[in-house]
């Protein structure tokens, strides 16, 4: 039964007024939160103890906000939307329903706290190392580390979803999300907080996995599609059939321990469909932490060099090694020659940058991706 039916009419009007006020607040100093809440339901119900959501509708309990400062209820409110907007319902699919949403509420409330006059409700789980990091990876940082973490608001509803139901779930977001972000910039510049922007374009803007930029970086993607190899369309992928012309990549993988062994053999089953998809692709094979070992010629039909690693991680060996080599091919083709370097990104980078293309996947938790100083970084999703 929902609460407001139960509510003396004046206690429900005050409370319906203190949310139309925290619309107002947002509209005000957060014109993108202020946008997007006018497309989510709210509704006033104790089936829930605190707050939830099914991933459409925003769900509080009237008792509850009663005991809020206006500053909890702000932080609240956006707590909830934010579930919705980034689809942490749908996206959560078979995965442990308790961890995942202790990794959701990192992430959102680490974004809260970077919100001017927003505050959270006393027993919010937060971790500022982890709050940078996508709720993939947290969640998968959080599985490693096997530390239960105790969450005082459980407010993913664990409903399961067909496709379909998803589907009409994450258009309706993704609708949502860019008229808020429209709206939002009609204010002006920083309208939209940056954090909020890159988590937006991050869960809504399409994306290649790592699997398909690595595709899309080893073999060259034509500007036009004349011309482009039908074997891989079924991955969206349009790439140029290739003949008479070899193509060199360097790729190097971090031995320090930041790669886990499933990781690695996930990364070299791609590398070897590569290499065996397209004769013409040559890869040099090498192994670093504080040091560099190879290079090693690799063949799709036999097993890949293994090395021990296990020491610190330094990435400057290995563009020192390379560079030689890859001055020769830019010296013979006129083109630079691409490297390609697995790793977590915790390392010491070579200054200056080197001249040439920088392809990084990075494990989950790895460095935040706007802290590397070059080159191109896509991540390495866990696998629920």
């Given amino acids: 039964m929902s609460a407001a039916a139960e509510l003396t009419p004046d206690t429900e009007q005050h409370l319906r007024k203190r949310l139309a006020a925290s619309q107002i607040r947002m509209s005000e100093r957060h014109p993108f939160f202020g946008a997007l809440l006018m497309m989510a339901p709210v509704e006033l119900t104790d089936t829930v103890p605190t707050a939830a959501t099914d991933g459409r509708q925003l769900l509080f309990n009237p008792a509850f906000l ?36 202790v990794a959701c509420d990192i992430h959102i409330n680490g974004l809260i706290r970077t919100l001017e006059g927003l505050s959270l409700p006393k027993g919010g789980v937060e971790d500022p190392k982890l709050a940078h990091l996508s709720v993939e990876e947290i969640y998968a940082a959080l599985l490693q580390s096997g530390k239960v973490r105790k969450l005082a608001l459980a407010d993913l509803l664990d409903g399961t979803l067909d496709a379909a139901a998803a589907e009409q779930l994450s258009a309706h977001w993704s609708d949502a999300m860019h008229r808020a972000v429209a709206a939002a910039q009609m204010h002006g510049f920083g309208a939209v907080p940056e954090a909020i922007l890159r988590a937006v374009q991050e869960t809504h803007a399409p994306q290649l996995d790592w699997r398909s930029a690595l595709w899309r970086h080893v073999v060259r993607t034509p500007d036009d599609f004349a011309g ?95 560079a030689p080599s890859a001055e020769l091919h830019l010296q013979r083709s006129g083109r630079t020659r691409l490297a390609v370097y697995l790793t977590d990104g915790h390392g010491t980078f070579p200054k200056p940058a080197p001249p040439r293309e920088v392809l990084w996947v990075v494990t989950p938790g790895g460095l935040e991706s706007k802290k590397f100083p070059f080159g191109t970084v896509v991540r390495m999703r866990e696998t629920p």
């Fill in 66 to 101: 009663q005991g809020l400062s206006t500053a909890e209820l702000d932080g609240l409110v956006i707590h909830e939307l934010l579930h919705c907007a980034f689809l942490h319902v749908p996206r959560r699919r078979d995965r442990d329903a308790t961890l995942w949403n």
């Fill in 228 to 322: 482009f190899d039908r074997r891989h369309v079924w991955q969206g992928l349009y790439v140029e059939t290739l003949e008479g012309e070899t193509l060199e990549v360097d790729v190097c993988i971090d031995t320090s321990g930041s790669v886990t062994e499933e990781q690695l053999s996930r990364f070299l089953a791609e590398l070897r469909g590569i290499v065996r998809a397209y004769p013409v692709v040559r890869c040099h094979l090498y192994y670093a932490d504080a040091a560099c070992t190879g290079p090693f010629e690799v063949d799709a039909d036999r097993p890949f060099a293994v090395a021990a690693g296990g020491g610190g991680t330094d990435f400057r060996p290995f563009f020192t090694a390379s």
